[in-house]
């Protein structure tokens, strides 16, 4: 309930109100007063409740919450070039020093989680990243009340998908125990080992780049403007705190032509996807029931830049 002047006027009796009116309201007046003191009050009692979270707390606070959990920026945090606060409201360094710490304390409350693992490589390397537990790719003697059927001693040599990932940061299959440190680079399936994949180079979007003819046949085209065999990758996409474990279409990693094939809707399509064809400039997008992803690579060694469609009039 706010206190302000006419709802502590009207809890008066009526007949001091009437001789106050009479009198030139002196008492509403000072009624007046203490309804300020009061709203100062209660904006004072709100901002406390405020002050216990990183989000809404005032500026003056966010270095005691950082002492509290331990926070140490690894970098000097300066506000922005151009800003100043003759014209801004916002203090870019108090902004900047409030998003660690939130962004701390929420690393603090998921330690040893692999999505929060995986964030922080992100956020300090600002690579694409995918954490692995290497124990959950042990082949082991299963529990009848723990199955795990995917995890398969012997790889089903009929699943592709499985196979072309061996060895990679999505691998599936299941793997002996490996003793050797993993400092080796050898050792890396053992139980207490996790495996931080980065991806050091990005993809890089080509807009509007035409094909290249392929010789000696006018229905197929390179991806490369220079008509180099080069092999096309996905485009890496943005994830926030909340974001599952990276998938392979998250980071910028070679495009198969099975994986092309079997996940087509995933790769195929307006931004933020990793590919869209179009006839000419002018035309609308190839549909991608239009389109069909094979092995194209019998003038030349294999190549996943290859690509041919159907196209009906």
Not at 64 to 86: E, F, V, W
Not at 112 to 120: F, N
Not at 124 to 140: D, I, R
Not at 219 to 247: C, I, W
Request: proline share 7%.
């Amino acid at each position: 309930m706010s206190f302000d002047t006419e709802t502590l006027y009207a809890l008066l009796p009526a007949i001091y109100r009437i001789r106050d009116a009479e009198q030139g309201e002196p008492l509403k007046a000072l009624l007046a007063v203490i309804a300020e003191q009061i709203e100062v009050g209660e904006e004072n009692l709100a901002q406390l409740y405020d002050d216990q979270f990183i989000e809404t707390c005032a500026g003056w606070l966010i270095p005691y919450i950082g002492d509290l959990i331990g926070y140490h920026g690894l970098y000097d945090i300066r506000p922005g070039a151009g800003t100043s606060a003759a014209t801004s409201t916002v203090d870019p360094l108090t902004v900047a020093r409030r998003a660690e710490v939130a962004n701390t304390i929420g690393f603090r409350r998921r330690k040893g989680t692999v999505a929060m693992l995986e964030e922080l490589a992100r956020s300090t390397t600002n690579w694409s990243a995918h954490v692995v537990e290497f124990f959950q790719l042990l082949a082991t003697s299963q529990y009848m009340k723990h199955l795990r059927p995917k995890n398969l001693q012997c790889p089903d040599l009929r699943k592709w998908e499985s196979l072309e990932r061996l060895d990679t940061a999505f691998d599936s299959v299941a793997h002996s125990l490996d003793v050797r440190r993993i400092a080796t680079g050898r050792g890396r399936f053992n139980i207490p080992n996790i495996g931080i994949f980065l991806w050091r180079l990005g993809a890089y979007a080509l807009t509007n780049s035409p094909t290249v003819q392929f010789p000696g046949d006018p229905h197929r085209y390179l991806f490369s403007p220079l008509g180099n065999n080069t092999p096309l990758f996905s485009r890496a996409q943005s994830k926030d705190e909340m974001s599952p474990l990276a998938v392979p279409v998250d980071v910028p990693m070679p495009i198969s032509r099975r994986v092309l094939d079997a996940y087509l809707d995933s790769y195929y399509g307006p931004d933020p996807k990793s590919l869209l064809l179009y006839i000419n400039s002018n035309s609308n997008p190839v549909l991608p029931d239009l389109i069909e992803v094979c092995n194209l690579s019998d003038l030349t060694d294999a190549s996943n830049t290859v690509i041919g469609w159907a196209h009906t009039p």
